[in-house]
């Protein structure tokens, strides 16, 4: 099996930054494409950002400009820079990731358990 474990979340002010990490570890697996979701209170989850294996990124428009996906293929683990932050993007923020585990033949998504992210003065 896999984990998808979140760190780097924590109370900010507007305007300040943080950097969201997301660590894959477990079994021999191979992992395509990640993305970042976010949960704020009383709405659906959204997804702030998707990277390909090769690099391709995606982002939403609320993101666009401020946030930057990356990842570390070597180390299994994918970044999320956030800048700027507003306090609407307060939310839970989730990795997810399309993993196959050897052996098996098809990816399946994956998601790790959240961190939550407050921009408040």
């Known amino acids: 099996q896999v984990q998808l474990v979140e760190s780097g979340g924590g109370l900010v002010q507007p305007g300040e930054s943080l950097r969201l990490s997301c660590a894959v570890s477990?079994?021999?697996?191979?992992?395509?494409?990640m993305a970042w979701y976010r949960q704020a209170p009383g709405k659906q989850r959204e997804m702030v950002a998707t990277i390909t294996v090769r690099g391709s990124t995606t982002y939403a428009d609320s993101a666009k400009g401020r946030f930057t996906i990356s990842r570390d293929n070597a180390k299994n683990t994918m970044y999320l820079q956030m800048n700027s932050l507003k306090p609407e993007d307060t939310a839970v923020y989730y990795c997810?990731?399309?993993?196959?585990?050897?052996?098996?033949?098809?990816?399946?998504?994956?998601w790790g358990q959240g961190t939550q992210v407050t921009v408040s003065s």
């Open positions: 477990g079994s021999r697996f191979s992992i395509n494409a």
């Open positions: 997810n990731a399309d993993i196959r585990i050897s052996g098996t033949w098809n990816f399946r998504g994956y």
